[in-house]
Nanobody
Framework: QVQLVESGGGLVQPGGSLRLSCAASGITFNINTMAWYRQAPGKERELVTTITSLGGTQYADSVKGRFTISRDNARRTMYVQMNSLKPEDTGVYYC???????????WGKGTLVTVSS
């Protein structure tokens, strides 16, 4: 059974930091591109950042220079370090995996990040 379990969300003040984790099981982690998406209240889900199986990264313009994605294949875990958080970063953050060979895709249930004073 595939599971992607996010953790690390919470309430943080503007300018603060959070580190989200996504622990994967049931997939061959090192052949999956991993990604973080987020969905703000009343908005569509959007792609935040991705990391390929070889460690290549991409970021949405809105988070460049503030967020850093990483992965630990031995621990089957992906992370995103979020610094200088802004109220517009508020939303549910979802972990996504996509198999690089067959495009099979899975989602976590999400973790809520709230940036507010």
């Amino acid at each position: 059974q595939v599971q992607l379990v996010e953790s690390g969300g919470g309430l943080v003040q503007p300018g603060g930091s959070l580190r989200l984790s996504c622990a994967a099981s049931g997939i061959t982690f090192n052949i999956n591109t991993m990604a973080w998406y987020r969905q703000a209240p009343g908005k569509e889900r959007e792609l935040v950042t991705t990391i390929t199986s070889l460690g290549g990264t991409q970021y949405a313009d809105s988070v460049k220079g503030r967020f850093t994605i990483s992965r630990d294949n031995a621990r089957r875990t992906m992370y995103v370090q979020m610094n200088s958080l802004k109220p517009e970063d508020t939303g549910v953050y979802y972990c996504n995996s996509r198999n690089i060979y067959n495009n099979m895709e899975y989602w976590g249930k999400g973790t809520l990040v709230t940036v507010s004073s």
